[in-house]
């Protein structure tokens, strides 16, 4: 054993480095030449055999290698196995090959090096893929939901509600049959829970957006009632918008509390304003304002000398598209701050004013300086909106010192207030100051022509209004007012193309569709009139004004039918209409249906108690009906109000002659008085006309028609009385008596036969209002 043992000379007790150079024999390729046994294992095969290393002892290896100092000594193995190639007890034991990459047995052979394998040519081909398996199936019905989905969407957004509808509800089925089948294949806890969700918000979304209300909150309910949605509370906002436009504004507010205490407490920051919380709203306004901007200024595209070089890069660069985002991201933010400003300033302090001016001031300190003044006039719109006119003005008048654009702004307010008020010097006064400090602002040009219009330089007013075209060809403003104009110049096909043509940019304006039904009414055309109301009752359907409009140009044209649809549509929506009343009350006199007449004159005599036709139409109408009873009750009480009436007092004494009654000789007595009396004032104002020239017998004339308080013209009551002296005896019956005759006398007012003058019922919107210019709006983001 102490053969195999190396002991260090002592001259290397000093050398720490020593032992280094020392390896395993193994990796030893110089002495593989001379080594017998793996020579003897390359010839033969006796090197393929089985190690039979589990059945040698552990012994030495007798191998001698070379060592660092020179000398030749054998390393046992540290397991106590022998090491491979070594010779135990003179059996030779074969040595494990240690392949490195590439190599093989073909380069033994004189074969070329090729590690990656490529000699071996291409890559099989990939297996097909199975269409019928379910997984396969799963994920191709996972595909056409969401196609579906994406078609539903893009239908709403281009106005294809129906359409929308039938998609959203395609995918919900096919969701179902989706979720139906990962059950069958997989575990329930691996359905796609996102795409399910998409799918119902989806249908309720479109349910609503069809006004299908009902359907919408039921689907909105599987939502939210489903625990595995996260922040599906949320949607209970949209359930309470649902609520609120079916007017049931409890409901409406349940559900808005419902979600915002289900908003959780990271997102708390967003609400601030909802709950009130002033500090917050503060704080947070002012990390906004802090927010920022990183672009550049303007004084960059300002060229600091006249090199030409500099000039034109300067100039390429004022418009390009780096130019144009960073005017995009200014707006926005600025649309952000005022917004917000708006939102917060009325909540914020003890009044929305002193509000106003915490935001004006934090606004002041920021890099967004030019908003204040612009803080400033929404101040005042605010004043507008509580009606509080000299507050606006006061604070609108602060401006006229300032720069030309805010100034032009304010003027501008200004001069539409004093118009309101019709004050239209100091609104003239102010659109000149608005229009010299800016003159293309078309605000300001509009308003000028406006004083103008109310002036009746009618040829003027359309100059200003054309200029403001010219600056800004968007101003609807100016192109409606320019139609009013040439409408009152009866350039009636030039105001027929303004407003067709604001019609195409304003589909859906109910001012200008009246205008073009009231351009063709003007024109003669009532066909087209009527069609062009038909579309305004489209979008106004509860308008009073357009039906009853309808209904008097259904009349002129003879259709009795329709336009009696069109006034009662119009005495539902609005029943205080004198001239819808007295319209439906003479149709039903003309078509023999008294007793239906009665309600509405009855209206009427509520509406003007002082007119005492009305009330002698109702007595009329229960005359006509065969109540007699109930009409000399009603003549009664009506004499009773006006004594001095002749037309009362005659169907008195012809009730009461025909009836048989004792007060027929009282009620005569006071008719002849009241006849000799009225004979006796038209014999004085006849002979005043002639002695005085007429100016006496108007004195007189007026104070006559004081004393008849309610009688009726003179050449009515002589056709009365003609007819009345006509009477038969009053042992005749009732309804033998001419009393066609004696109706038609006292109902010419309102019967078919009485020419009646064409009154146009009060319009949605004056034909000769002014489409004014809205305060500030062209002014500030909304």
């Known amino acids: 054993m102490m053969q195999n043992v190396h002991l260090a000379p002592e001259t290397d007790e000093d050398d720490l480095y020593s032992g280094y150079n020392d390896y395993n024999p193994t990796y030893d390729t110089e002495e593989l030449e001379n080594d017998t046994a793996f020579q003897q294992a390359v010839r033969t095969s006796h090197g393929r055999r089985p190690p039979i290393t589990a059945k040698i002892p552990s012994t030495a290896v007798t191998r001698p290698v070379a060592t660092g100092y020179g000398s030749k000594t054998s390393l046992a193995s540290s397991m106590g196995r022998p090491m491979t190639g070594a010779i135990q007890d003179g059996v030779t034991r074969p040595m494990t090959a240690v392949r490195a990459a590439g190599f093989t047995k073909a380069a033994l052979r004189g074969s070329a090096f090729d590690p990656l394998g490529q000699s071996r040519g291409p890559a099989p081909p990939l297996e097909a893929k199975n269409e019928d398996s379910p997984e396969e199936k799963i994920r191709q019905l996972e595909k056409k939901v969401n196609e579906l989905v994406e078609e539903s969407c893009i239908a709403n957004s281009c106005g294809d509600l129906k359409l929308a509808l039938e998609k959203a509800k395609d995918a919900g089925r096919k969701e179902r049959v989706l979720v139906r089948q990962r059950e069958q294949v997989t575990t329930p806890e691996n359905i796609n829970l996102d795409l399910t969700y998409s799918v119902l ?110 000039n034109l890069v300067i100039e390429a660069i004022k418009n390009d598209h780096l130019r144009q985002m960073e005017r995009e991201r200014k707006a926005m933010a600025e649309k952000y701050i005022m917004t917000a400003a708006k939102l917060i300033a009325p909540v914020i302090e003890t009044s929305f004013a002193v509000g106003y001016d915490w935001c004006v001031e934090v606004v002041k300190a920021s890099q967004y300086v030019e908003l204040a003044n612009d803080l400033e006039i929404n101040k005042a719109i605010t004043y507008l909106r509580q009606k509080d006119f000299n507050q606006a003005v006061e604070t609108l008048k602060m401006f006229e010192k300032k720069d030309s654009r805010v100034k032009s702004a304010a003027a501008t307010n200004l001069s539409f207030l004093y118009y309101l008020e019709n004050e239209f010097a100091q609104a003239s006064s102010y659109a000149d100051l608005a229009v010299n400090s800016d003159r293309y602002n078309p605000s300001a040009l509009t308003n000028k022509g406006n004083t103008v219009f109310a002036n009746g330089d009618y040829e003027k007013a359309a100059e200003f209004y054309k200029e403001a075209l010219r600056n800004d060809s968007s101003c609807t403003e100016a192109l409606y007012n320019i139609g009013l104009t040439y409408k009152r110049l009866n350039r009636l096909d030039e105001a027929l193309d303004c407003f067709l043509k604001l019609h195409a940019i304003l589909r859906n304006s109910a001012q200008v569709l009246y205008q073009i039904a009231n351009v063709y009414e003007l024109m003669e055309d009532p066909n087209q009139a009527i069609e ?29 039918s329709q336009a009696f649809q069109y006034y009662y549509e119009s005495y539902r929506y609005f029943p205080s209409n004198i001239e819808v009343i007295e319209w439906l009350g003479a149709y039903y006199i003309d078509t023999q249906f008294c007793e239906k007449a009665i309600q509405y004159f009855e209206r009427a005599s509520l509406i003007q108690p002082t007119q005492v036709k009305w009330q002698l139409m109702v007595a009329s109408c229960f005359r006509r009906s065969g109540n007699y009873q109930k009409a000399l009750d009603t003549y009664k009480e009506i004499h009773r109000k006006f004594p001095e009436n002749v037309e009362c007092l005659r169907f008195l004494v012809r009730l009461c002659t025909d009836i ?77 008596s001419s009393n066609k005759e004696i109706d038609a006398s006292y109902v010419d007012p309102l019967g078919p036969q009485a020419e009646r003058p064409k009154t146009a019922a009060k319009k949605r919107i004056d034909e000769d209002d002014f489409a004014d210019e809205e305060l500030g709006d062209d002014l500030l983001p909304e």
């Not at 595995?228 to 509390?257: E, T």
């Not at 915002?260 to 917050?280: C, N, T, W």
């Not at 004979?679 to 108007?698: A, L, M, P, T, V």
């Open 201 to 310: 918000f989806n249908l309720a979304s479109q349910y609503s957006a069809n006004e299908m209300y009902a359907e919408a909150l039921n689907t909105y309910q599987v939502i939210v009632k489903n625990k595995m949605f996260s922040n599906a509370g949320r949607l209970k906002v949209n359930m309470g918008n649902i609520y609120l436009k079916q007017r049931n504004y409890s409901k409406a507010i349940k559900f808005y509390r419902m979600a915002l205490d289900q908003i959780p407490s990271v997102h708390k920051e967003m609400s601030y304003f909802a709950v009130g919380d002033r500090d917050k709203m503060k704080k947070a306004f002012q990390k906004l304002i802090a927010v920022p901007l990183e672009i550049d200024e303007d004084d960059k595209y300002i060229s600091p000398s006249d090199d030409p070089h500099t």
């Open 532 to 560: 062009w109301l038909m579309q305004l009752i489209s979008v106004v359907p509860t308008d009073s004004r357009a039906l009853s409009k309808l209904g008097e140009l259904y009349d002129s044209e003879g259709d009795k």
């Open 660 to 736: 048989g009654l004792k007060e027929v000789q009282e009620y005569a007595t006071k008719l002849k008085r009241l006849e000799k009396m009225k004979e006796i004032r038209e014999q004085r104002i006849k002979s005043g006309r002639d002695s005085s020239g007429g100016s006496r017998g108007r004195r007189e004339g007026s104070a006559g028609s004081d004393s008849g308080q309610n009688c009726t013209a003179s050449s009515k009551g002589e056709r009365l009385s003609a007819k009345l002296r006509a009477l038969p005896g009053t042992n005749e019956p009732y309804e033998s």
